[in-house]
């Protein structure tokens, strides 16, 4: 197997554990804790008793764009494992750019949401918020393998019809 293969595979193993992440995080509600309770995106728990957030802008900001974040890196990896199992047709520089859109659409999520709570003095973030911002570099670096990957491609096919031995 080459670097070319390796980096694709690796990018699309980067790219499937950042999807994991950033699933379970979407989708739990241990964002933060709070003395007898917990909260996410969607619900907040007090007593084990568990009822809808009330709409705010930031939270609604979050939450869309965590959802977004969660169905580009789908896209990727979907292109990502195209590339890996089909030799032709490269598409890297898409795929890189859709893992970077979903690294900045996570930024813009979890610094939001961090700006939101942060101040609190008797809230502290949890496993959730942790695997949100976990899932970040995951998708930056899948970004860069899928990139570094093109560029391997294209140097080979520019100095394809040289006589040079490398």
């Given at each position: 197997m080459?670097?070319?293969?390796?980096?694709?595979?690796?990018?699309?193993?980067?790219?499937f554990l950042a999807n994991i992440f950033m699933l379970l995080?979407?989708?739990?509600?241990?964002?933060?804790?709070?003395?007898?309770?917990?909260?996410?995106?969607?619900q907040d728990c007090n007593g084990g008793i568990c009822s809808n957030n009330?709409?705010?802008?930031?939270?609604?900001?979050?939450?869309?764009c965590m959802v977004l974040a969660a169905g580009s890196s789908i896209v990727g990896l979907?292109?990502?494992?195209?590339?890996v199992c089909h030799e032709g047709d490269s598409r890297g520089r898409t795929t890189s750019a859709i893992?970077?859109?979903?690294?900045?659409?996570?930024?813009?999520?979890?610094?939001?949401?961090?700006?939101?709570?942060a101040w609190k003095?008797?809230?502290?973030?949890s496993w959730s918020y942790f695997l949100?911002?976990?899932?970040?570099?995951?998708?930056?670096?899948?970004?860069?393998?899928?990139?570094?990957a093109d560029m391997i491609v294209q140097s080979t096919d520019a100095i394809g019809g040289f006589p040079v031995c490398l």
């Open positions: 080459g670097v070319k293969r390796s980096l694709q595979s690796g990018g699309t193993l980067l790219g995080s979407t989708a739990t509600n241990y964002w933060i804790r709070f003395p007898g309770g917990h909260s996410g995106l969607w009330p709409c705010q802008t930031m939270l609604a900001v979050t939450r869309a979907v292109m990502g494992l195209r590339i893992f970077f859109l979903c690294g900045l659409l996570l930024l813009i999520a979890l610094t939001g949401y961090t700006v939101k709570n003095s008797d809230v502290f973030f949100g911002w976990l899932a970040l570099p995951f998708c930056i670096l899948a970004g860069f393998c899928f990139l570094m």
